[in-house]
Structures are given as C-alpha cells and as structure tokens.
C-alpha cells in the first residue's frame, strides 16, 4: 500500500527565510506526487505535481519540489518566505496498486514571523 | 466558472439521523473522491468514484455509503451517524482518476452530537 509521511507537523520560519517541508512516500511503482496548500477555511488548492517528466517540479507561488527516488523524498521548498505563505501544507500520493485512491499526509503547518 | 460545490457548508446534527452531504461539479470530470480531515490525521479517502455507477472503498469507508448515478452528483450518505464521524469533510474531483490534480470543493463542516 502506498503511504506518505511529512516530517514536522510545525514549521515555523522568518519572512525572507528559506521554506523546507519534507515529505517521504511508499509506492510499489512509479508514483504521482503531489503537494497541496490550505488555507484558513479553504479548501485545498494544487501547489505543483510529479509526473517523472522532471525531478524538478516548479508549482506557483514561487515553491519547488525535487523528486529523489532513491531517498524516496519530494520535499517542498521556497527560497523566501512571504507573510502570505502561512498555511497547512499537505503532500499526497497516487498511481500505486490501488489504482483510484489518493493518500495524504498529516499535513504540515507552516508559520511565518515578521 | 469551474467549481466543486458541496452542501451544507456546516451542519450539526444527532446521533443515528440520517443526512447527506451533496457535492457536485461542473467540469464534466470522470473522478470524484470524498475525503475527511482530522488534525493530526491529514485527509483520509472515504470513497471513490472512477465513472456513472462506478465506486470503490477509500481508506476509511466505515459507516458512509455513496452513490454515482449522474456524473455531475457525488453525494455521501451517513445512514447512522455517531460522533466519531464528526469531522470536516472534502469532495474533490479531477479529469480522469486520482493521478491528476483535484479539484477541492470549500469543505463541510458536521458536528454529531
């Protein structure tokens, strides 16, 4: 069965500061990735997806992701952080043998200080 | 304007009365999936639907029942609700199966007493 894992429930950062969430997934095959964002009394909204065209996935608001196959890790990363930025991060997995599910992590929740 | 729209947004509500949270979109898409969200726990696939009277079991699909008769309406059914299934609940929806991106409906918000 697939599984994701993100470690860090809290992540807490200045304004300006490097942006790090790790994410580590378990798939018997290929896997989707992807990284979503919620914000307050949202819904969540597509932050970048892995399809295996590139290990280097770029996504909006000016966050990345770098697959690493052999660390089994999509971590998410944003050179600068922005107020704006502050929200629940969740990473997420698909294309296993349970062909049709879509399996979550924990989410992380990202601070950001003034 | 492309959308997944889900009601009630907030509903509280009784133990063993029966509800159903409605969802639906207009992006003529082929997947649909509900999700619950628990802090600490992430979001949990309840069931999934890959077509018209196509479903399958998600992750957690104890005590909810679903039903695909239209492409647009994925409504989730709790037949006997109990407290452990108070919780925020998501409807998402995607082109083809859950390899593409979701589309997210804003969340429903149920509180069994």
């Known amino acids: 069965a697939q599984s994701v894992t993100q470690l860090g429930s809290h992540v807490s950062v200045s304004e300006g500061a490097l942006v790090l969430l790790r994410c580590n997934y378990s798939?018997?095959?290929?896997?989707?990735l992807f990284w979503y964002v919620q914000y307050p009394n949202q819904g969540l909204q597509l932050l970048l997806k892995y399809t295996s065209a590139a290990t280097l996935v770029k996504g909006i608001n000016g966050f990345e992701a770098e697959f690493k196959k052999s660390e089994t890790s999509f971590h998410l990363t944003k050179p600068s952080a922005h107020m704006s930025d502050a929200a629940e991060y969740f990473c997420a997995v698909a294309g296993g043998t349970s062909y049709g599910k879509l399996t979550f992590g924990q989410g992380t929740i990202l601070t950001v200080h003034p | 304007e492309a959308q997944v729209t889900q009601n009630p947004r907030y509903l509280i509500t009784v133990t063993g009365k029966k509800l159903t949270v409605t969802c639906s979109q207009n992006m003529n898409h082929e997947y649909m999936s509900w999700y619950r969200q628990d802090p600490g726990l992430g979001l949990r696939q309840i069931y999934y639907?890959?077509?018209?009277?196509?479903?399958d079991k998600g992750d957690v699909p104890e005590g909810y029942k679903v039903s695909r008769k239209e492409k647009r309406n994925f409504p989730l059914i709790l037949e006997s609700p109990s407290p452990n299934q108070t919780s925020l609940y998501f409807c998402?929806?995607?082109?083809?199966?859950?390899?593409?991106?979701?589309?997210f409906g804003d969340g429903t918000r149920l509180s069994i007493l």
């Open positions: 998402a929806s995607s082109l083809t199966d859950s390899n593409q991106p979701q589309h």
């Open positions: 798939s018997s095959v290929p896997p989707y």
């Open positions: 639907s890959m077509n018209v009277e196509v479903t």
